[in-house]
């Protein structure tokens, strides 16, 4: 439960950080959304495990 609830705060946080930087014309808020996306979709794609 709390692995789901970290992961939707990370894109809501990154949807509300667009918004920002789109309204201020901020790229530093915009940068900040791309890494929050970024962990967003790290914790949801499935982990590969190794061959060997």
């Not at 992961?7 to 809501?12: E, P």
Request: no cysteine; hydrophobic share 60%; proline share 2%.
């Amino acid at each position: 439960m709390i692995h789901t609830l970290t992961t939707a705060g990370l894109v809501l946080a990154a949807l509300a950080l667009y918004a920002a930087g789109a309204d201020s014309g901020s790229a530093g808020f915009v940068i900040a959304g791309v890494a929050f996306e970024m962990a967003f979709w790290i914790r949801r794609l499935p982990r590969r495990q190794d061959a060997g």
